[in-house]
């Protein structure tokens, strides 16, 4: 039986694991410090009686060793300049716009104030609390 997706703990039972089970817990059953040795013994089984999922695991083995070769070479690559210069220029422009937004808003609110109060007239309670 599985629970929430792992299998459950039940150590005296031999489980089976299907092709879909392996793929969601199987592929990385082996570092996965939570799994139980059951659910391990069960993945490793799987993938020694199903060539497809061998092969999935075998694969996944292998994007998992190429990304890390990968992250080692480029560990001291630098952004180039102009890269960098267009994210500054971008972050600047939409952290600048939220000020100039915030001003258009106070501005059209002074402005509708201004209009409410010409058109009732000056002397009116609602002008002076500026409601
Ligand atoms: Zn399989």
């Given amino acids: 039986m ?20 392996f793929e969601v817990t199987g592929l990385g059953i082996e570092r996965d410090a939570t799994a139980s040795a059951a659910e391990q013994a069960a993945a490793r089984e799987h993938a020694s009686t ?32 102009r890269v960098e210069m ?5 972050f600047r422009t939409r952290h600048r716009s939220v000020p100039a937004r915030r001003a258009a808003v106070i501005a059209a609110w002074a402005l509708a104030t201004a209009v409410k ?8 309670s609602s002008c002076t609390t500026g409601v």
Avoid at 3 to 11: P, V
Avoid at 86 to 90: C, G, K, P, S, V
């Fill in 117 to 124: 109060c010409s058109s009732t007239g000056f002397t009116s």
């Fill in 2 to 21: 599985f629970l929430g997706g792992r299998m459950r703990h039940d150590e005296r039972e031999k489980r089976v694991m299907n092709c879909e089970e």
């Fill in 50 to 81: 199903c060539s497809r999922c061998a092969a999935l695991r075998d694969s996944w083995r292998l994007a998992k060793l190429e990304l890390s070769s990968l992250g080692e070479a480029t560990r001291a690559a630098e952004t180039p300049e």
């Fill in 86 to 90: 267009r994210l500054r220029q971008e």
